[in-house]
């Protein structure tokens, strides 16, 4: 009877999805956080009779056949590439993406990091950092006797001083695109690095070849709809119960079968 493990696969598919849909209401508010979907396919069939064979006693060819499915298997726990609404903030550093692309970041190992977080901080030398404190690319670095920041739509930053009436343009944000952006590997704190899935990093400014632009004082809200969660974690749990009740079924007819004097 083959009926526990195919059973068992299912109760273990929904148990994913209930830790997908978990993950998701747990980054509610998470700046600038993708939902995640998990995806899943059937398993091997085994062909006890194969369609269009013919039949010996008479010679007609079977229409439909017998394929035993063998269960369910994850294939994929993919993010849904959906902008979150933006919340102004007013900080001046605080800049949302409108659209596609990421900002390119430099991790401790010298990699690159790519995040849609928009919550950018000051360190201690002046340089924009991430929250984390990685540096943001191309490196900028604040004067200690900037009055105040503005970022334009295509990343320009500008300085204004007390002592000074023109404002001094002190670099310009670059956005990062990708060919497959869901191929993104995702290593946490709201970053994420390249893959051969994803392809390599097209380095581009605000504005072109289809990338977003900036809006500062603004940070890209989570994607997540609480509604939408939590439905899929009523129906994850009913696949689970109806799952559980073909492994009861099963047993039950087992128990029969042994039984039977």
Known sequence: MKALQIAASGMS???MRVDVVSNNLANMTTTGYNTRRAEF????????ARPGTVAAQDGTMLPTGVQL??????TAISRVLEQGSLSQTGGDLDIAIEGRGYLEVTLPSGLSGYTRDGGLKRSADGQIVTSDGYPVVPGITIPTDARSLS?????EVYAYFSDRVEPELLGQFTLSGF????????????LFVESPASGPAVVTNPGEDGLGTLRQGYLEESSVDAV?????LIKAQRGYE?????????DQMLSATTQVR
């Open 228 to 232: 939408r969660e939590v439905t899929e």
């Open 242 to 250: 109806l799952n559980a009740k073909v492994i009861t079924a099963a």
């Open 69 to 74: 499915g063998l269960g369910v298997r994850p």
């Open 151 to 155: 970022i334009n739509a295509a990343g």
């Open 13 to 15: 598919a929904q148990q």
């Open 179 to 190: 060919t497959n952006e869901k191929g993104l590997e995702a290593i946490g704190s709201n």
């Open 41 to 48: 396919a059937d398993l091997h069939y085994q062909q006890l």
